[in-house]
């Protein structure tokens, strides 16, 4: 593949650069070391996605027919790589990511109607609903049931680690449908309202103080049976494929490079005080991080050129993920024992955001996708290994 940007992108780049200095404050830090963001915050969030949309960047890779701009690939990837790297409140969107797409192949008409123009138009929030107590790395050993009753499906069982549950207006489930046929292939997809009597929502805090997972409880949950995506019992083909757009962002390389950045000013500041090991494992996580940004272009390109990235995804995902736990362990290593405060506290250089990064990137190595399945994704699609 090619690693230069088009003449277009990279004026793309720049309008981009240019309109995050006009929109956002020079004060501006983010809000990833926040363990709640303060109303003003999100407020100034709102308005910012609204500018987005105004402007057709929410989803500009989406289809016209969809509400996006059909734009390519890679100007996405320059898009996600500039908010990234500004800390630009855009939200994590999982209906951008990989719901709209999984519907977009997998949809009738009819959802694609319904559930698509609020997804690019910033209107509704989506949860995904995966993982459960018992069925985490094994994702196909998931029990929640989906046993249909006339015109309905009702739903029961408990999902775990759900991102944003406790925002979502609408949920992304997996549920067996079939539990007498073998484990990959009694698996489907639906469509939740997640207001509907029977869900219950418990938060989990993480160890970085955080409130973004929950536990989702359903019992005998009541959806219609139009709400099925796909066909019956195919669904685990179809989740495999979403799991696959989930993997391939550029986002989190540009967002450990803006740290690099940040640490590499700090100790160019302080250098009488930083031992010169320590400086030079800054450089070493910056050349990691040319390598991730690489492997996340590769994944790109493939898209680009109309083919789904699999093994290539994995790649992205396992590399990236221990790549911020290295990155943050050289943050909290370069800054030595003010490295563990948090913000708030007057000494915490960073606005303590290396802390709260180096305790919320524990989970990265599981979340998504354990780097152990990951691994073997890559051993046995990528290098064609046998299975044990």
Not at 232 to 257: I, K, P
Request: hydrophobic fraction near 40%; proline fraction near 5%.
């Amino acid at each position: 593949m090619d690693f230069r940007f088009a003449p277009e992108e990279n004026a793309f780049r720049t309008e981009l650069r240019e309109f995050l200095a006009a929109e956002l404050p020079a004060s501006w830090e983010g809000w990833e070391a926040l363990e709640t963001p303060p109303p003003e915050h999100e407020g100034f969030a709102h308005q910012f996605r609204r500018r987005l949309v105004e402007k057709g960047w929410f989803g500009m890779a989406w289809p016209r027919e969809f509400g996006g701009q059909n734009a390519s690939i890679m100007r996405q990837m320059v898009f996600n790589e500039e908010m990234a790297y500004h800390r630009a409140p855009t939200g994590f969107s999982m209906g951008l990511a990989w719901v709209g797409p999984a519907l977009m192949l997998f949809g009738t008409p009819e959802q694609k109607q319904r559930y698509l123009p609020p997804i690019v138009h910033d209107e509704e929030e989506w949860c995904t609903l995966y993982s459960e107590p018992g069925a985490g790395s094994d994702l196909a050993a998931l029990q929640t049931r989906a046993e249909r009753d006339g015109d309905e499906y009702v739903i029961n069982g408990q999902k775990i680690w759900t991102s944003g549950g406790h925002r979502a207006r609408l949920g992304w489930l997996a549920a067996r449908t079939d539990p007498a046929a073998p484990k990959h292939k009694g698996i489907s997809m639906f469509v939740v309202e997640m207001d509907r009597p029977g869900i219950s929502i418990r938060p989990l805090v993480n160890m970085a103080k955080m409130h973004e997972f929950n536990e989702v409880f359903f019992d005998n949950v009541r959806i219609p049976a139009s709400n099925l995506v796909g066909e019956e019992n195919r669904g685990w083909y179809q989740l495999a494929v979403a799991l696959d757009f989930e993997r391939t962002s550029v986002a989190d390389t540009s967002g450990y490079r803006r740290l690099i950045d940040d640490l590499a000013s700090y100790a160019r500041e302080h250098r009488d005080r930083i031992a010169r090991p320590r400086r030079l494992q800054v450089v070493e996580r910056l050349i990691e991080i040319e390598a991730a940004t690489a492997l996340a272009y590769r994944v790109g390109w493939l898209q680009s050129q109309g083919k789904v990235p699999n093994y290539e995804a994995s790649l992205v995902k396992t590399f990236g993920a221990e790549l911020g736990q290295r990155v943050a362990l050289t943050g909290v290593n370069l800054l030595g024992l003010r490295g563990q405060l948090e913000r708030g506290d007057r000494w915490a250089p960073l606005h303590g955001r290396v802390a709260r990064l180096y305790a919320f990137f524990v989970s990265s190595t599981i979340a998504g996708g354990t780097s152990e399945v990951n691994r073997s994704v890559i051993a046995t699609r990528g290098l064609g290994l046998p299975r044990e």
